[in-house]
């Protein structure tokens, strides 16, 4: 079975300070995998998107970036954080770019 | 782009219940649609696949149909339980894009 697993859990962070948040998945080879944003209460806003090793597609420009520096694994990162960066972050995993398997998701908290 | 509405911000039921949701959307291709569950604090669940060419899915005990002639599709379950309190995405993967539009979610209520 697969499993997604998301680090760290929480994190409260600066304004203006940097921040990388991981993504791995287990028990599958050369999944799609993607990130969203969700504001609180809010819907899910595709980030990024990734079909292979080293290559990421942008969705939408909010000043982050994202890197998939192994099969298994997608990180997220930006080295300025703004306050509309506060949200919940999910990762999540596609066999072929349909049905999305979420991870259980970072929230990040930017004072 | 492509575009997903959904209307229903807040639904509440009691036990028993029947439940219906409705999403349109707008698209130039041959899109594939989703239902997904969100319970609070956790990331969003599958809950149903519809493709244009079923028109239907059922999982849990929830049913999804598809129309095609008013782009809409819809969510319904015959008898809903307090557990099924929770919120409802519809969404829509552009063919060939991996790019994925969720609507903006029904918070279900549902009351014993």
């Known amino acids: 079975a697969q499993t997604i697993h998301q680090w760290p859990v929480a994190e409260i962070k600066a304004v203006g300070s940097p921040l990388s948040l991981g993504c791995t998945i287990k028990?599958?080879?050369?999944?799609?995998l993607y990130w969203y944003w969700q504001a609180t209460g809010g819907t899910l806003q595709q980030l990024f998107y990734?079909?292979?090793?080293?290559?990421v597609e942008s969705v939408v420009q909010l000043n982050l970036s994202a890197s998939r520096p192994k099969d298994d694994q997608f990180i997220l990162s930006t080295e300025k954080l703004l306050l509309s960066h506060s949200g919940f972050y999910l990762c999540?995993?596609?066999?072929?770019?349909?049905?999305?398997?979420f991870g259980p998701g970072t929230r990040l908290t930017v004072l | 782009g492509d575009s997903v509405t959904q209307k229903q911000g807040q639904v509440t039921l009691s036990e028993d219940d029947f439940l219906f949701i409705n999403c349109t959307y707008s698209?130039?291709?041959?899109?594939?649609l989703f239902w997904y569950v969100q319970y609070p604090g956790q990331g969003p669940q599958l809950l149903l696949k519809?493709?244009?060419?079923?028109n239907k899915g059922i999982s849990r005990g929830f049913e999804a149909t598809y129309d095609k002639g008013t782009t809409s599709f819809h969510l319904q379950k015959a008898s809903v339980q307090e557990s099924d309190s929770a919120v409802y995405f519809c969404?829509?993967?552009?063919?060939?894009?991996?790019?994925?539009?969720f609507g903006t979610g029904t918070r279900l209520q549902v009351l014993p």
């Open positions: 990734s079909i292979t090793v080293g290559q």
């Open positions: 028990g599958k080879s050369s999944p799609n």
């Open positions: 999540a995993w596609s066999p072929d770019g349909g049905e999305q398997y």
């Open positions: 519809v493709t244009t060419a079923n």
């Open positions: 969404a829509l993967v552009e063919a060939n894009t991996n790019k994925v539009v």
């Open positions: 698209t130039t291709t041959y899109p594939t």
